[in-house]
């Protein structure tokens, strides 16, 4: 008896129902909400330039209306110095006394297991 | 212009695919996946309210967002790494340890 | 200078200090009093009686003293049909009855400590701290009992001279008999307290108040209630009249239990293993007296309702022969006193409840005297034969020891009623009561008096012969035994007591000498001038507890509504006193000669019943292993199965909940996610449904 190749399967589909109900709920609130017209920008007002002046707290100057940002700027920075320091460390093995490097070698037998094969 | 419904209504699609992702992958690096999606639907209803109320901060609050997205990346594919050191595996319905 | 009352509380305060002293003493385990406690026992209980003695004087000059001192808890709104809220109190009552028995219990008390002196210290007894503390805490108690001007003040010093009853029983606690006597006699009249608990609850409630005496005490609005002028809650749908009984009943269950009435008397003979002083102040001049002098007290009370009245004197009557025929069989002194006591209180009884309230306590006073005097006798006959009691083994002690032979003597002429000792007088005039108001009443009260009179004369003629056929075999005749031999008496602290009981019991039935009073026409009754007081004037009038009260309530028809036959009261004096007599002679026939024989072995199986107490101590036993333990083992069950089953349940539901629900932790992120995501959404739900978003 031939049994036919699969695909290894691996997704659980009934705790997906979960997700269709909320998305459910979701369309349901949005479709009989009312909100007003849109506002929009002006035609002209350039958009990009006004993000960079809310990051840098010039907004006074900027077009369109916006608010400071430069705090959070700062402090998003701090965040992702902290979060590379955390992936760094998280990644470290511990007591590594050998260099760990991205490359590999193809495959080629280390002396410790030319020994064990000489053994048996 | 475009009425704003729309745009909610495709991030809570994009949001729910990601959702079911999450809900239904057992890979590690899948579920991480879903997660970016997640955030990025979020995204879209920044955008959008920022084009509904003409205010730019939906769309700076934006850009932060996806700043930390990858951080949170970075750290989550650490955890990762050190969940295979200890697992073997990268089946997030192996460690089933913390439980009653 | 302050008057006597200002010190009144003195006479309870001072036995209790020497309590307390002798407590402090005995806990700390050295020897630190001389005599172990002796010495302040005997210096609290002078004072006591020298405080008496000045009450007593007081009192004589027509003052009284009715006041509440300490208001423990104080209701705040009237219920039912009451005019006033309730309050609970402590106070003082100094009527001429408490200020007679506050003499009596402490001159008593005295001549106790004295005689232990003779009796536990120079024996060499151990322990003694324990036995002053015992003796100290149970004079105060029971002086306090006799102070108390309400029945919740009563009760409460009732129980706790129950309490010291059972400390002192069991004083020699090591061996075996002693401490199951304990319990017996305490759970005996515990019984029996408990309807007088129930008693005391129904009087605060159907009368707001239970005060003794006064205007507003609960005897005086009975009186009003039942001749229409008041009203009272009364319960279970009984009428004013129905209901008074029944208080008063559940009060006598208290009374019988205390003074070892029938069926409630079994506790008393045995009671008769704790030390002989013991014996003669808790259970013949004092604590047993507890109950009759409750009667006596609440006597306007009783006075109201003719069947409690006739159930009393049954009771009486009855308890005086069935006692005395249990009394003729005994081999041992201490018991034949025992069962003396329990005959010689239903007199007392079946005088209460003839409706001679003097005669009643007439009685109570003589024989506190003659027996108190009756048991140190036998103490002293004890001490000499090395506790050996067995009177087959004494004999010819009245050469040996002539002090306690003479008075004994004295005590037992007194107990069997010959004149002119202090017995005659009470027990005949009790016997007159019984039968000139059960001649001269018409109802059922009548008849049953008559055959209470004629059970109490026939104990008459028991008490005779029991009593001397006790002085025969221990004092008279050759000594049977080697130590009877060689008995001596003791020192004076044993003789002095014995002495002052002595005159005591010949001289004290002069004070109501009636049947002079009638040949000669001399106002000789003084203890029936001092219980009746001036008619409607003084304390007579304002506290409501004069005999002349009573007498009109007694005899008034919406009370007992007695009358009273005419009878020359010598005449019915003779009868007794010739039935006394012969019961004595006989004594003195079968018994007098110098080896006499146990002579009432020849009665056969009779005797056998009535050596085994006609079975009533088996009965009880009986009673409680057959109808008791089932019923407590019943609630037993109930209480584990539905009582704890309940609470069990409750905690087991918990616990099988939480080893359910507990599994939904099983450690799978995605689940977790699942759950998170539903509860997000039924959150939304609920917010768009209450919020109206649709």
């Known amino acids: 008896m031939v049994s036919r190749p699969e695909l290894k399967s691996d997704t659980n589909y009934v705790n997906g129902l979960a997700a269709i109900l909320l998305f459910v709920v979701l369309v349901a609130v949005f479709l009989t909400a009312s909100f007003g017209e849109a506002a929009g920008f002006a035609a002209d007002a350039s958009l990009v330039a006004g993000i960079g002046y809310a990051l840098m707290d010039l907004h006074a100057e900027s077009a369109v209306d916006v608010e400071g940002f430069l705090a959070t700027f700062e402090t998003v920075g701090l965040v992702l110095v902290a979060a590379t320091v955390a992936a760094v460390t998280l990644a470290g093995r511990e007591g590594a006394d050998e260099v760990v490097t991205a490359l590999t070698d193809g495959g080629q037998p280390t002396e410790a297991e030319n020994e064990s094969e000489v053994e048996n | 212009m475009v009425p704003v419904e729309y745009y909610l209504v495709l991030s809570a699609a994009v949001f729910s695919i990601g959702l079911f992702g999450l809900l239904t992958r057992k890979n590690a690096l899948f579920f991480l996946m879903s997660v970016e999606l997640m955030l990025n639907a979020a995204n879209i209803n920044f955008i959008a309210f920022s084009a509904q109320w003409g205010n730019l901060t939906g769309q700076t609050f934006s850009l932060f967002v996806m700043a930390l997205a990858a951080a949170e990346v970075a750290v989550g594919i650490g955890i990762i790494l050190v969940l295979y050191r200890n697992f073997k595996d990268v089946d997030v319905t192996v460690p089933q340890s913390m439980r009653w | 200078m302050a008057g006597a009352f200002d010190y009144a509380l003195a006479i309870a305060l001072l036995p209790f200090l020497s309590f307390c002293l002798a407590v402090g003493v005995a806990l700390s385990g050295r020897d630190l009093l001389p005599k172990g406690g002796a010495l302040p026992g005997i210096a609290a209980t002078a004072g006591s009686l020298l405080l008496s003695a000045w009450v007593f004087l007081t009192v004589s000059g027509g003052e009284t003293y009715n006041e509440t001192f300490y208001t423990w808890a104080a209701g705040e709104a009237a219920t039912g049909s009451l005019s006033e809220p309730l309050t609970l109190s402590f106070g003082m009552l100094l009527d001429p009855l408490s200020a007679m028995m506050l003499l009596i219990v402490s001159l008593v008390a005295l001549l106790v400590h004295v005689f232990s002196l003779g009796y536990m210290n120079d024996e060499g007894e151990t322990g003694l701290p324990r036995y002053y503390a015992g003796l100290g805490l149970f004079t105060a108690s029971m002086l306090g009992f006799v102070l108390a001007d309400n029945l919740l003040m009563a009760f409460m010093f009732f129980e706790l001279v129950g309490l010291c009853s059972y400390l002192l029983i069991g004083f020699w606690f090591r061996r075996e008999g002693p401490p199951s006597a304990a319990k017996k006699a305490f759970l005996v009249t515990r019984f029996g307290d408990y309807f007088f608990l129930i008693g005391v609850v129904a009087v605060f409630a159907t009368f707001g108040t239970a005060k003794f005496a006064g205007e507003n005490s609960f005897p005086r609005i009975a009186e009003r209630a039942l001749e229409g002028e008041a009203t009272v809650n009364t319960f279970l749908g009984l009428g004013p009249e129905a209901w008074f009984t029944a208080i008063g009943l559940l009060v006598l269950g208290g009374v019988i239990g205390k003074s070892a009435q029938f069926p409630l008397h079994t506790w008393l003979p045995d009671a008769m293993e704790g030390p002989t002083p013991v014996s003669a102040l808790i259970h013949a001049a004092t604590m047993v007296a507890a109950g009759v002098y409750l009667v006596a007290r609440m006597y306007g009370f009783y006075a109201l309702s003719p069947t409690a009245l006739a159930i009393i004197a049954l009771v009486g009557a009855f308890t005086a022969l069935f006692a005395a025929s249990m009394g003729l069989v005994k081999n041992e002194i201490k018991q034949v006193l025992a069962y003396s006591t329990i005959s010689q209180y239903g007199y007392i009884m079946l005088g209460l409840g003839a409706g001679g309230y003097v005669a009643g306590t007439f009685h109570l006073l003589t024989h506190a005297f003659f027996k108190a005097l009756l048991f140190l006798g036998a103490g002293s006959v004890i001490i000499a034969m090395h506790h050996n009691e067995d009177m087959w083994e004494m004999g010819g002690l009245k050469d040996r020891m002539p002090v306690t032979y003479y008075t004994f003597l004295a005590g037992s002429l007194a107990l069997a009623g010959i004149v002119p000792f202090a017995g005659f007088w009470s027990k005949d005039e009790v016997l007159y009561e019984a039968l000139v108001h059960g001649l001269g009443t018409t109802s059922g009260l009548g008849t049953a008096l008559l055959v209470a009179y004629g059970m109490g004369l026939l104990a008459v003629l028991f008490t005779g012969f029991y009593t001397f056929r006790m002085v025969m075999l221990t004092f008279h005749g050759e000594p049977r035994s080697e130590t009877a ?90 009868l007794s006193l010739g039935l006394a007599l012969f019961g004595a002679g006989s004594a003195y026939v079968l018994y007098g000669g110098a080896d006499p024989d146990p002579h009432t072995e020849k009665l056969g199986s009779l005797r056998g019943v009535l050596y085994n107490n006609y079975y009533q101590d088996e009965y009880q036993v009986w009673l409680a292993e057959r109808v008791v333990i089932p019923l407590s083992k019943a609630a037993d069950v109930f209480d584990q199965a539905v009582v704890d089953g309940g609470v069990n349940g409750v905690s087991s539901l918990s616990l099988f909940g939480g080893s359910r629900l507990k599994r939904v932790q099983d450690g799978l992120v995605t689940h977790y996610a699942a759950m998170l995501t539903l509860g997000l959404t039924v959150l939304l739900v609920g917010f768009a449904v209450y919020g109206g978003w649709f």
């Not at chain 3, 009038?541 to 007695?562: R, W």
Request: glycine share 14%; proline share 3%.
């Open chain 3, 485 to 574: 031999r060689e008995a001596s008496e003791g020192g004076w602290n044993v003789k002095l007591p014995l002495v002052v009981l002595g005159i005591l019991a010949t001289t004290i039935g002069f004070v109501n000498m009636v049947p002079v009073k009638e040949l000669t026409g001399a106002e000789i009754d003084f203890l029936h001038q001092w219980l009746y007081g001036t008619e409607g004037a003084g304390w007579a009038e304002t506290l409501g507890t004069s005999g002349y009260h009573y007498h009109h309530v007694l005899f008034a028809d919406y009370g007992a509504g007695m009358a009273a036959a005419e009878l020359p009261s010598y005449l019915v004096g003779l």
